[in-house]
């Protein structure tokens, strides 16, 4: 496979999480995968499928029909599942977080700002709008790409009891702030679970384009059981 492939200069996983994830997968046949955040990603993870022939399902979560993988050859190994956003207020986002549990709290839709809006990619407290996994499997890889902002972390309760043992967590944007405010994402995922380092990556991008080639900011995570 090649990896320019899948260039999205600024927006996106990187070249490097990409070989990375490429590795993993290399090493065994079967891979049940769940992500938070559809797109490149999902098309990286279809063409693997069909390249390496593996038994591989894909399971992806998404609020944008518009910029989300677009399953037109209708696989049957990959579920596409367009949700709306909700919003949490913080005294009950931070329960849940400091709970370990997803709670279907009052909450209200969500409605992005225009993009050109300063907090368009910065919003508080929202996640994809699902009371729990739209299925019974257990996963080997989840991706935790999306949505924008801090209420990313809602994904890793989701991903309570849906894991196998040593299974890898992604976790993209790892050095994502709001100004001051700081979304946390790894110390979450370790508050929530047992998780050994694989690998992590920072990179400060100097333009859009540049952090494509040299890596941007995520870190591979496996569970230790």
Same mark, same amino acid.
């Given at each position: 496979?090649?990896?320019?492939?899948?260039?999205?200069?600024?927006?996106?996983?990187?070249?490097?999480?990409?070989?990375?994830?490429?590795?993993? *997968? =290399?090493?065994?046949?079967?891979?049940?995968? &769940?992500?938070? !955040?559809?797109?490149?990603? %999902?098309?990286?993870?279809?063409?693997?499928? #069909?390249?390496?022939?593996?038994? &591989?399902?894909?399971?992806?979560?998404?609020?944008? #029909?518009?910029?989300?993988?677009?399953? %037109?050859?209708?696989?049957?190994?990959?579920?596409?599942? /367009?949700?709306?956003?909700?919003?949490?207020?913080?005294?009950?986002?931070?329960?849940?977080?400091?709970?370990k549990?997803?709670?279907?709290?009052?909450?209200?839709?969500?409605?992005? @700002?225009?993009?050109?809006?300063?907090?368009?990619?910065?919003?508080?407290? /929202?996640?994809?709008?699902? =009371?729990? #996994?739209?299925?019974?499997?257990?996963y080997?890889?989840?991706?935790?790409? !999306? @949505?924008? !902002?801090? !209420?990313?972390?809602?994904?890793? #309760?989701? *991903?309570?009891?849906?894991?196998?043992?040593?299974?890898?967590i992604?976790?993209?944007?790892?050095? +994502?702030?709001?100004d001051?405010?700081?979304?946390?994402?790894?110390?979450?995922?370790?508050? &929530?679970?047992?998780?050994?380092?694989?690998? %992590?990556?920072?990179?400060?991008?100097?333009?859009?384009?540049?952090?494509?080639?040299?890596?941007?900011?995520? +870190? /591979?995570?496996?569970?230790? /059981?």
């Open positions: 496979m090649d990896l320019n492939n899948y260039a999205n200069p600024g927006m996106g996983m990187s070249k490097t999480a990409f070989s990375k994830i490429y590795d993993i *997968l =290399e090493n065994k046949e079967k891979w049940n995968i &769940i992500e938070f !955040g559809s797109g490149i990603s %999902t098309k990286f993870f279809v063409d693997y499928k #069909l390249y390496s022939k593996k038994n &591989i399902y894909i399971n992806s979560y998404d609020d944008n #029909l518009k910029y989300s993988y677009q399953n %037109t050859n209708n696989y049957k190994f990959i579920d596409l599942n /367009i949700k709306k956003l909700i919003q949490f207020d913080t005294c009950d986002f931070n329960n849940m977080m400091n709970n549990k997803y709670n279907h709290f009052p909450w209200k839709y969500y409605q992005p @700002p225009h993009i050109n809006h300063p907090k368009y990619w910065r919003p508080r407290n /929202i996640f994809y709008e699902i =009371e729990k #996994l739209d299925d019974d499997k257990k080997d890889m989840a991706l935790v790409d !999306g @949505p924008h !902002g801090n !209420g990313r972390n809602i994904a890793y #309760l989701h *991903l309570i009891d849906k894991l196998n043992p040593n299974a890898y992604i976790v993209d944007d790892i050095t +994502a702030t709001d001051g405010f700081h979304y946390d994402f790894i110390p979450n995922l370790k508050k &929530i679970f047992d998780v050994n380092e694989i690998y %992590t990556h920072k990179y400060t991008s100097k333009n859009n384009y540049d952090e494509w080639e040299n890596g941007g900011n995520f +870190a /591979i995570y496996k569970l230790s /059981i």
